[in-house]
Nanobody, 119 residues
């Protein structure tokens, strides 16, 4: 299973970016999908998660600015980021719980995409 992110880049404060993450490979089903981020010198933190049926949760610092969504038919998760702040600067990682065979879901990670917000 591979998770490939796209959509990162450099944006000015107040701007917007949309991240995408497509899962491919041996996939029978995907449960939760999510976005995490890691800023320089900090631990990785959960930004947003979405279940297969669309229930979402967000870290407090992005509520009202970021929106997570998914397309189950495309095995893809999105993160719409609006009103970006310099403190949103980080490497953003996609995460997915994937069933490839048997009965157990395994966690997979993307390679990360850099988001830089200039002040």
């Amino acid at each position: 299973v591979q998770l490939v992110e796209s959509g990162g880049g450099l944006v000015q404060a107040g701007g917007s970016l949309r991240l995408s993450c497509a899962a491919s490979g041996s996939i029978l089903s995907i449960n939760a999908m999510g976005w995490y981020r890691q800023a320089p010198g900090k631990q990785r933190e959960m930004v947003a998660k979405i279940t297969r049926v669309g229930s979402t949760n967000y870290v407090d610092s992005v509520k009202g600015r970021f929106t997570i969504s998914r397309d189950n038919a495309k095995n893809t998760v999105y993160l719409q980021m609006n009103s970006l702040k310099p403190e949103d600067t980080a490497v953003y990682y996609c995460n997915a719980d994937v069933l490839s065979g048997g009965v157990r879901y395994y966690e997979h990670w993307g390679q990360g995409t850099l988001v830089t917000v200039s002040s």
